[in-house]
Every structure is written in structure tokens, then in C-alpha cells.
């Protein structure tokens, strides 16, 4: 499967660079590409410790337990709660073409019936966090399925449904038709150490309930391109793909972590550092999902960025960390609590905030309604304000116009200039237009060379106030091409662009 141009880990093949020529962040799945049929099934090796049996599942051991046989009373425990999940997707014909110069020889049927539907075949993780059959996945595993098979360690095959997936955080939920399986209880990722030992268990290489040992790395990871809200547990234990999904424990046997992706230089496999979604954003997404369907998150309405130390000197702030408030959004959550440009966060709900990407994905994890007691440093001196969370906007509501290859033609999604979005463009405060989040490979917006994150703000002579007036002015007939008014880090300059003839 080719890596798609996001900022979300995705399914890929491996060797695959999802992002920087030399560094490698890929999910750690795999997948194969047809006509090859799956591999036959080979027995199980014989084990001298037997999965337990769904109706007498024993307690975590004691850490007491490691002494004389290592970690085997923990991994025998959890082992049959971790399953192997193979998902069949279609292929984008071009996608084919691209890595095989017979496609194009391949005769096929004209007409939408009969033709040949090309598919291709995935393999990952899950985890059993719930004995009526609701299992934890990571969203690129499932993304796209149209057929989902859960594997288990008794050899059962069962049907899986994909009850909701979460793209900012690459959660997925999968239900599959049983009752009183066997289960992973749930630990307590906040309170992991670096250095703390864990336990990767999934299938990698289609080698189901494989299991290595390492110890924590480092917690609260982002930056790295792979979800929108980051804040990965990085292990050294062993991933590699087809782990996507599969469970992270703690030596006493808990979940506290989904393993999520690997990062290696040119490597097909593991080199040492690995990530995991902790398990408590993983659980509060599952529960979302479960209820209804998607995922509700709190809001702030700022922008925010990193405090460097230049900026901490200036604005005479001694104590590391904070996320420096660079916008606020007129009448939102923040604004009406009294938060103001130039304010530095330095804790929320009495702990410490390490930097804006922290603060935003603990914002984000709280329900709207929720008040938020933000710590704040302004002209030297600290303020305490309670903010009452609003909703952040999702899909529906951002996407206020469409403009794709189906719509006006030009391969364009738009979106409003919201406070976050202001400060992640680093737009100035008194900007308005309409944002590009999205611009189609070989459109015509991509031909005219705009890009993700454009600001556009007049089209043909005319103020854009937001997504929707953009839509509207592109929607406006013209046999000459509309000429647009675009911001790009803090540059302003006119693109003509052309409806591409059918």
C-alpha cells in the first residue's frame, strides 16, 4: 500500500518513509497486495502454559510471581485476550498501476459489473478489554475494511464489526459476537516512569501472540506526524509490523498502552524504538466511540505555541515549560473567562503544562462542559481563571464548503479561520479568509500550486469572510479563471485558478 501524503500513521508496506528521507515512522501493521492468497494456517506450538479458559481467567500475579519463572504467569494470563485482526480493503486501480507496469494490460470489463475489484489484504492487532467482545485497535489497521476477521488463541475465527475509529487519535473499536472472553484489565498510563519494564504482545509478521520485554523509554512523545493528538508512550520493547494494535503491559499483567508505530532508519523492522497509545486516551476514546459513534472534544478557543526560552526571558517568566496564548477567539470559552493574548499557561488543574501540544491534548481529552482551572502568568504576576470547556469543532462543522473533484472541481477543502487554526498557520490576530486543509494530488489546486494550510483571503477582488463565502465565490460561473488573494507565512501573492474541463 503506498503512503499517503497525511499526518496520521496509515497502513503501509514495509520500508515505507512516512516522513523525512532518512527517518522512518511507519504503523507498525502489515499488508500484502493481491493475487498472493494468505499464508495456510500452521498449529500452534505446544505450550507448557495453556491459555486459561474464558470462565476461569486468574488475577494478575503478584510482581512476587517474576521470581524463578520469569514473566511467563503474566504473559500466560494475558495472551489469550490479544487477538489477530486481518482486514480486506479495496485498492485504488492507480495505486496498482504505479508499482506495476502490467496493470495496464490487464483487460477488464467496461461498465461498473463484472470487472475485476482489485483488493488488498491487512493484518494487525487488537486487544480483549471487554468479555462481550469490544476490543481496542489502532484506526490504520481497520481503516477502509470492508471485511474484518478477528483471530483468537483458541483458533476461532469471528466476524468483526468496527463500531467507531478516532483519526486524531488512531484509536479504533472493533465487536465481534461472543461472550466471556477472556480480557486485559485496564492500568494507569499516567502513572508510568520511565524505565518501568513492559510487555508488547501481537502479530507481528502474521506471527500471532508473539511477546518481548523492554522497559519504558520515555512518556508524553508528540511532534513526531503520526495523529493529531500525540502523546505516546515510547517503548523499546519489540514492535514491528503487524503489532498495530496489540497491547503494551506493565509487569502485573495491565493494559497501558496500544501499540501504534515504529521508527527506524530505513528498517524493515524494530530498531529499539517503538510507541503505544496510552491507554488512558485510548479508553476514554473507546468509550466515546461506543456510545456514539465518534468522538467529543473539549475547547478552548486559543491559539497557542511553545515557550521558548527567548520568549520566557521577555515576558519575565522563570519556571520551565508553559504554552504562551498567541490569539483568542472573540466570545469563546477563553475569552470569556478572560484570557488574553500574551498570557502564559503554566498549569492546568494544578499541573504543571510542559509546552502548547500538551495543553491541547489535555484540553481535548476533557468532556465540553468541563471547567478547566488554567494557572496563568500575565505581566509577571500569576492568575488563576476557570474556563468552562465549549465543543471543538468537528468534520461537520469545520468542513464548511467542499470543494473536490465531484463539487466546484478544483480540489480544494476549506475550512474556517477558528483560533486554533490561526495560531497553527501563525496567522496575524486581525486575518480573516478561508483555510486550505486539504488540497487534492494532480488538481487543479495543486497544479496552481496552493497548499495545505493557505489562508485565502479575497477571491477575485472580493474579501473571503470564511469557508462558506469562499465556496459561494467559487461557485460563481467565470469564463476566466478566479483569481485568489493567498497569505503563506506571512507573504501575500495572487494564484489564478481554473476549473479543470470534463
Given at each position: 500500500m503506498s503512503v499517503r501524503t497525511r499526518l496520521v500513521a496509515r497502513a503501509v508496506p514495509v520500508g515505507a518513509v512516512l516522513f523525512g528521507a532518512a527517518l522512518l515512522a511507519a504503523p507498525a501493521c502489515s499488508s500484502s497486495r493481491p493475487p498472493a492468497a494468505p499464508p495456510p494456517a500452521t498449529p500452534a506450538a505446544a505450550s507448557p502454559h495453556p491459555p486459561a479458559p474464558a470462565s476461569s481467567v486468574a488475577p494478575a500475579p503478584a510482581p512476587s510471581a517474576l521470581s524463578g519463572t520469569g514473566l511467563a504467569p503474566i504473559v500466560a494470563r494475558a495472551?489469550?485476550?490479544?487477538?489477530?485482526i486481518v482486514v480486506r480493503r479495496p485498492v485504488d486501480a492507480r495505486e496498482l498501476a504505479d508499482q506495476s507496469p502490467f496493470w495496464g494490460l490487464i483487460p477488464r470489463e467496461r461498465g461498473g459489473s463484472g470487472g475485476f475489484a482489485p483488493e488488498e489484504q491487512g493484518e494487525g492487532s487488537g486487544v480483549v478489554v471487554r468479555a462481550d467482545g469490544i476490543i481496542l485497535t489502532n484506526r490504520h489497521v481497520v481503516d477502509g475494511a470492508t471485511q474484518v476477521e478477528v483471530g483468537l488463541t483458541d483458533g476461532r475465527k469471528l466476524d468483526g464489526k468496527v463500531l467507531g475509529v478516532d483519526?486524531?487519535?488512531d484509536i479504533a473499536v472493533v465487536k465481534v459476537s461472543a461472550q466471556g472472553l477472556p480480557t486485559v484489565p485496564i492500568g494507569d498510563s499516567s502513572r508510568l516512569q520511565i524505565?518501568?519494564?513492559t510487555l508488547a504482545i501481537g502479530s507481528p509478521f502474521g506471527l500471532g501472540q508473539s511477546v518481548t520485554f523492554g522497559i519504558v523509554s520515555a512518556v508524553g512523545r508528540s511532534g513526531m506526524g503520526l495523529a493529531d493528538y500525540e502523546d505516546f508512550i515510547q517503548t523499546d520493547a519489540a514492535i514491528n509490523p503487524g503489532n498495530s494494535g496489540g497491547a503494551l503491559l506493565d509487569t502485573q499483567g495491565r493494559l497501558i498502552g496500544i501499540n501504534t508505530a515504529i521508527l527506524a532508519h530505513g528498517a524493515a523492522g524494530n530498531q529499539g524504538v517503538g510507541f503505544a497509545v496510552p491507554v488512558d486516551l485510548a479508553v476514554s476514546v473507546m468509550r466515546q466511540l461506543i456510545a456514539q459513534g465518534h468522538v467529543v472534544r473539549g475547547y478552548l478557543g486559543v491559539g497557542i505555541q511553545d515557550l521558548t526560552p527567548e520568549l520566557a526571558?521577555?515576558?519575565g517568566v522563570t519556571r520551565p515549560g508553559g504554552a504562551l496564548v498567541g490569539d483568542v477567539e472573540p466570545g469563546g470559552p477563553a475569552g470569556r473567562a478572560g484570557l488574553r493574548r500574551g498570557d502564559v499557561v503554566v498549569s492546568l488543574d494544578g499541573q504543571p503544562v510542559t509546552d502548547g501540544h500538551s495543553l491541547r491534548v489535555h484540553i481535548a481529552s476533557r468532556a465540553p462542559g468541563t471547567v478547566a482551572r488554567l494557572g496563568v502568568?500575565?505581566?509577571?504576576?500569576?492568575?488563576?481563571?476557570?474556563?468552562?470547556?465549549?465543543?471543538?469543532?468537528?468534520?461537520k462543522q469545520t468542513r464548511a464548503a467542499r470543494a473536490g473533484q465531484g463539487g466546484q472541481g478544483y480540489g480544494l477543502r476549506l475550512t474556517d479561520l477558528t483560533g486554533e487554526i490561526r495560531g497553527q498557520i501563525g496567522a496575524?490576530?486581525?486575518?480573516?479568509?478561508?483555510?486550505?486543509?486539504?488540497?487534492a494530488p494532480s488538481s487543479p489546486a495543486d497544479d496552481a500550486g496552493l497548499r495545505s494550510g493557505d489562508l485565502v483571503q479575497e477571491i477575485d477582488g472580493h474579501p473571503v469572510a470564511g469557508a462558506s463565502a469562499a465556496a459561494s465565490a467559487l461557485r460563481r460561473p467565470s469564463s476566466a479563471p478566479h483569481v485568489l488573494l493567498v497569505r503563506r507565512?506571512?507573504?501575500t501573492f495572487f494564484v489564478p485558478l481554473s476549473r479543470r474541463a470534463s
Open positions: 495472551r489469550p485476550a490479544i487477538v489477530t483519526e486524531p487519535t524505565g518501568d519494564f526571558a521577555g515576558l502568568q500575565r505581566d509577571r504576576k500569576p492568575v488563576e481563571l476557570a474556563v468552562a470547556l465549549g465543543t471543538l469543532p468537528g468534520p496575524d490576530a486581525g486575518a480573516t479568509g478561508a483555510v486550505i486543509a486539504d488540497v507565512e506571512h507573504q
